[in-house]
């Protein structure tokens, strides 16, 4: 297969981890004989320090013109740190969603076996957790009308749903929960807002649709608790914009980080992927970002396009490296110094080489003794 990606980097950390995204597939594309082209463009703060603008012209018509988007991340702090500033970076990717059409944000989250001791959470409480969140990705409060009153003193944002918009990403919450354990969660806050009374009730009615399907509902502060106290309860969480943001970041620590933590956002004509991690400032050139988010994006990539056996390939790599304990400082156990680019190396050397038990890569790269 031939697939042209538009490689947008971002800010911060975002090209270190993208770099080693990029080299799994590469490894990917040799072993199964694809073609791979990527096509580099800005985004964030570069691309307004570049052209003043966080998303330029020619970055969305690049994204428009190829297969699909290997996404960084971005953000820099003279901006976070500036909340008048008239253009931030946020606002290129809000765009970016909003021009390709993204209506679904799908993020996984899993409980290692091999990394259960690195979760602030209880080992009982997460073993099995294997949950699909589905994010609605293109309406609700972020992309509702916004006002904010001439003395600056009383400001609003509107939260708009339409019955289509919620349909839309339904329908694939559904579909994902027939592939998996047949439970879907509707997480909304009904019992007060207008807008969850909508998609409870369109919800309700398309799971006629869906008999083999177990549908519940649990109010959005229930469900932040619930993913706390008993995460494994859970199968496929449907949501809005703004739930979807906060429940997939603090479902983040079950697997102990962040930077696990991978996602695809779709839409009817376009896919995106990109690690749901920020850019991180005060790691970018350290080499302790961990690129794993990135590289589980690119499987999920792979996923989108069918080609399974490629992604399980990365799966397997990431798994080998986890087990092996090939991880950057936020997950390593053994206060060894590894790099984001040592373990991407891992994780291509596994790719090209998946019936070894990689046992002598990591010695002999990792300055470990070696096993003869």
């Given at each position: ?113 091999s990394l259960l001791d690195a979760s602030p ?252």
């Open positions: 297969m031939k697939l042209n990606i538009a490689l947008l980097p971002g800010d911060g950390i975002g090209p270190e981890v993208t770099a080693e995204s990029v080299k799994a597939l590469k490894a990917i594309a040799t072993e199964f004989e694809h073609t791979f082209i990527f096509e580099s463009a800005p985004v964030g703060a570069v691309a307004i320090d570049e052209t003043g603008s966080p998303l330029p012209e020619k970055t969305l018509e690049l994204c428009k013109n190829t297969d699909a988007v290997l996404f960084g991340a971005i953000g820099d702090p003279k901006y976070d740190n500036d909340p008048e500033a008239p253009v931030r970076p946020e606002q290129g990717l809000l765009k970016l969603r909003k021009s390709l059409g993204l209506f679904a944000n799908i993020r996984p989250v899993k409980a290692y076996d959470l209880k080992e009982e409480k997460i073993a099995g957790t294997d949950i699909s969140i589905y994010r609605e990705l293109t309406g609700g409060i972020y992309f509702g009308e916004k006002q904010l009153s001439e003395d600056g003193n009383y400001a609003s944002d509107l939260c708009a749903y339409s019955r289509e918009e919620i349909e839309r990403i339904a329908h694939l919450a559904f579909k994902a929960a027939r592939q998996r354990d047949n439970k879907l969660t509707l997480v909304d806050k009904a019992n007060v807002l207008e807008s969850s009374r909508l998609w409870r009730k369109v919800v309700t009615e398309m799971g006629s649709q869906y008999p083999d399907v177990e549908l519940d509902f649990l109010f959005v502060d229930n469900a932040a608790m619930q993913l706390i106290l008993n995460p494994g309860q859970f199968d496929v969480i449907l949501t809005e914009n703004m739930f979807g943001d906060i429940i997939s970041d603090e479902a983040s620590v079950i697997g102990g980080s962040i930077g696990l933590l991978a996602s695809a956002s779709v839409g009817e004509q376009f896919a995106l992927f990109e690690p749901i991690h920020g850019s991180f400032p005060q790691g970018k050139g350290k080499g302790i970002a961990n690129p794993i988010a990135s590289i589980l994006s690119a499987a999920m990539m792979l996923d989108h396009f069918n080609l399974t056996e490629e992604a399980q390939r990365i799966r397997d790599a990431v798994d080998k490296s986890l087990e092996l304990d090939i991880t950057t400082p936020d997950l390593n156990k053994n206060g060894n110094r590894i790099s984001t680019r040592q373990v991407g190396d891992f994780i291509e050397d596994f790719i090209t080489n998946p019936d070894e038990t990689n046992l002598n890569y990591a010695n002999i790269h990792l300055g470990q003794s070696t096993i003869i």
